[in-house]
């Protein structure tokens, strides 16, 4: 496709229940992000993937959350155990190369935790 | 650590007048400053980003900001809106050259009224 692709867009869950995000990357990229926006703020870093591997995981609120990205490619983010406060919009970038080069955001999915 | 702080939640502005939107910075590094902007529904867009030399940067849509490294600012102006830019707009920084670890600001609302 021609630009970063997520899905669902929409997704409303019952709290405790398990959760999966994914992001399509555009073509190539092999830097992939993922960022939370919750309502009335900026996005907050949460991990960063280059290639296979998530080389900074820093921004993972706790141990619920975890991303995978297997070939380098797609990426999926997990959330298990939901709460309420999980009520975000969880967007996906991907990159060509490192810092300062231009991150190209998704749509984002919009998570409802009820 | 870095900090972004948007000074003005919300601008509202007449078409055709000028506008400024204003954003500083914290850090004990260097960085990267970045503008993007989100229009309703879709994903986040970079206008402009300033990465080194001349301070004055100018990006898409006849945007243009100034990076200030005694004030350490990056206000983002346009010397005449459209209807158009009504949007929210972000400014962030990434302090680690390697990737694009964005720290952003919680975003200014530009309304443009005819």
């Known amino acids: 496709g021609a630009g970063v692709s997520q899905t669902p867009s929409n997704k409303v869950t019952e709290k405790g229940k398990y959760v999966e995000l994914r992001c399509d990357p555009i073509?190539?990229?092999?830097?992939l992000y993922w960022y939370r926006q919750s309502l009335g703020q900026g996005p907050e870093f949460l991990i960063y993937?280059?290639?296979?591997?998530?080389?900074?995981d820093s921004g993972l609120p706790n141990d619920r959350f975890f991303a995978v990205r297997p070939e380098g490619s797609v990426s999926t983010l997990k959330i298990q155990r939901t709460e309420r406060g999980d009520s975000a919009v969880y967007l996906c970038?991907?990159?060509?190369?490192?810092?300062?080069?231009?991150?190209?955001f998704g749509q984002g999915t919009r998570l409802t935790v009820v | 650590a870095q900090s972004v702080t948007q000074l003005d939640s919300q601008v509202p502005v007449f078409e055709e007048a000028p506008v400024e939107l204003r954003c500083n910075y914290s850090?004990?590094?260097?960085?990267?400053l970045f503008w993007y902007v989100q229009y309703p529904n879709q994903g986040l867009q970079l206008l402009l980003k300033?990465?080194?030399?001349?301070?004055l940067v100018k990006g898409i849509n006849g945007f243009e900001a100034e990076f200030n490294k005694s004030q350490t600012s990056f206000h983002l102006r346009k010397p005449s809106v459209h209807i158009s830019d009504t949007a929210e707009y972000f400014c962030?920084?990434?302090?680690?050259?390697?990737?694009?670890?964005?720290?952003f600001g919680a975003g200014t609302r530009l309304a443009v009224h005819p």
């Open positions: 970038a991907s990159s060509s190369k490192g810092g300062g080069t231009e991150a190209f």
């Open positions: 073509s190539g990229h092999t830097a």
């Open positions: 993937f280059q290639g296979t591997g998530a080389a900074d």
């Open positions: 850090s004990s590094v260097s960085v990267y």
């Open positions: 300033y990465l080194s030399g001349s301070t």
């Open positions: 962030a920084v990434s302090a680690n050259r390697g990737y694009n670890k964005l720290i």
